[in-house]
Nanobody, 122 residues
Framework: QVQLVESGGGLVQAGDSLRLSCAASGRTFSYYTMGWFRQAPGREREFVASISPSGGSTYYADSVKGRFTISRDNAKNTVYLQMNSLKPEDTAVYYC???????????????WGQGTQVTVSS
């Protein structure tokens, strides 16, 4: 069992940066692929980024490539999402998730956090 708690969301202006954190409980964090997903009002939840257990491989959605960076610290059981050059269309609830397969597909993730709100004003 893995419990995930996101933090770092907030209200920012377009062009600003934010760093989201996701702290995981349990001793097996380093076994899991970690992903970030987001859900905007009235839209389905979508993939943002993922990172392999070792951190050696990452995937990004085209909409965030070059602006967002996912990283992890296995010693701290934490995964991060550095978000730069934020746009109003990045406004959403951001969720972290843990899964056994490095994939952009939500059904590959077994554990989910409660989410943190990111709002980007124009």
């Amino acid at each position: 069992q893995v419990q995930l708690v996101e933090s770092g969301g907030g209200l920012v202006q377009a062009g600003d940066s934010l760093r989201l954190s996701c702290a995981a409980s349990g001793r097996t964090f380093s076994y899991y692929t970690m992903g970030w997903f987001r859900q905007a009002p009235g839209r389905e939840r979508e993939f943002v980024a993922s990172i392999s257990p070792s951190g050696g491989s990452t995937y990004y959605a085209d909409s965030v490539k070059g602006r967002f960076t996912i990283s992890r610290d296995n010693a701290k059981n934490t995964v991060y999402l550095q978000m730069n050059s934020l746009k109003p269309e990045d406004t959403a609830v951001y969720y972290c998730a843990a899964g056994g397969r490095h994939s952009p597909f939500q059904n590959q993730y077994d554990y989910w956090g409660q989410g943190t709100q990111v709002t980007v004003s124009s």
